[in-house]
């Protein structure tokens, strides 16, 4: 038993790296692809966006699909979906394909985030399951960063290409070991919210693809009406996820301040992560003429600083977090002015 709870971890873990690791593996090779498909930096930056905006408009609904069918049937479909995503993608001959390659990868990534942990519940008792979570978010952490790294590597020494070529090997060994070992143990009545979902992402998509064509080709009537269009659409949207049985965001939980708060930090943590990263790799190949491998050793510094996630780390904040943890809860502060400063190197 024992066994298998940690081979039903290995596929989990599989699964959350590769959605993770995808996330950034695109970041340093984006001026090759460029130059290699014959795109304008506008349509490449799609590249990265699509993934990013699929996978957060389908995670909370794709999950409601795995309550109805089975979280087993639609994680073991995920890395199936994945796959295929990830060699059409390597094996894209224009930037559009690769781009709706991108949203087919993206579409598999959200299949198997948003079962991921509840196959975590489903299959460990609550005395293990703090370690259990701990470990998925560790791979997560951990594949952004390693994505990085992969993603200079394999562009300098093999080609741009193999680094979705990269996910079909390691995808089928993780799709094997999930359809061996994890079983459907529980569903539960849900309903997918999918007006809610088309908002949200006619919301993203609008804003985003406003925004792109005011960095390409500064700002006119067009991308002006597709912002507002965008910006406009929330009002919409958040009214909907009142009235819905099973919305996709549940509004009243910003009613406390604290998840508000945390969410809004995260929310700008992401954004200067991206973006200080993305002006970087540009700066450093288009200005200062540096290799993928150069580029690597840039962009990987700045998380030097980080504290190391670790398995414990899940469990210490289920139990007794702020005993266990208390030595670390300085380190985000000193991250955010290290953050600052570096911004301003």
Request: hydrophobic fraction near 50%.
């Amino acid at each position: 038993m024992r066994d298998r709870k940690d081979l039903i971890l290995v596929s989990v873990l599989v699964g959350t790296l590769m959605s993770a690791i995808d996330t950034t593996i695109v970041i340093l090779a984006l001026p090759t692809i460029t130059v290699d498909l014959h795109a304008s930096l506008v349509s490449t930056i799609w590249v990265i966006l699509i993934y990013l905006l699929l996978l957060a408009a389908f995670t909370t609904q794709l999950g409601r699909l795995g309550d109805i069918f089975g979280r087993g049937r639609m994680f073991n479909s995920g890395f199936l979906v994945f796959i295929v995503g990830s060699a059409a993608s390597g094996a894209s001959p224009t930037i559009d394909i690769l781009i709706i390659s991108r949203g087919i990868q993206a579409f598999g990534a959200a299949l198997m985030q948003a079962n991921s942990s509840a196959i975590v519940a489903d299959n460990f008792p609550p005395s293990e399951r703090g370690r259990a979570f701990g470990i998925t978010t560790m791979g997560w952490n951990i594949g952004g960063t390693l994505g990085i790294v992969l993603g200079g590597i394999i562009t300098t020494f093999i080609g741009w290409r193999y680094i979705f070529y990269i996910n079909v090997p390691i995808g089928l060994i993780g799709f094997v070991l999930a359809v061996r070992y994890v079983k459907d143990n529980n569903r539960a009545p849900s309903k997918i919210d999918i007006p809610g979902m088309a908002l949200l992402l006619s919301i993203l998509s609008l804003i985003s693809y406003g925004a792109t064509d005011i960095a390409g080709h500064g700002v006119d009537s067009f991308n002006t009406v597709l912002v507002v269009a965008g910006l406009a659409l929330i009002a919409p949207f958040i009214y909907v996820e009142k009235i819905v049985k099973f919305p996709v965001i549940e509004i009243k939980a910003f009613r406390e301040p604290r998840l508000t708060f945390s969410l809004f930090a995260a929310l700008l943590q992401a954004l200067g992560y991206l973006s200080v990263i993305f002006i970087l790799i540009m700066y450093l190949q288009g200005i200062r003429g540096f290799h993928s491998a150069d580029r690597v050793a840039a962009t990987c510094a700045r998380l030097c600083g980080c504290k190391p996630p670790c398995p414990q780390d899940g469990e210490a904040f289920r139990s007794h977090w702020r005993r266990a943890c208390g030595r670390y809860r300085n380190i985000p502060h000193g991250g955010r002015s290290s953050y600052l400063l570096y911004t301003q190197g």
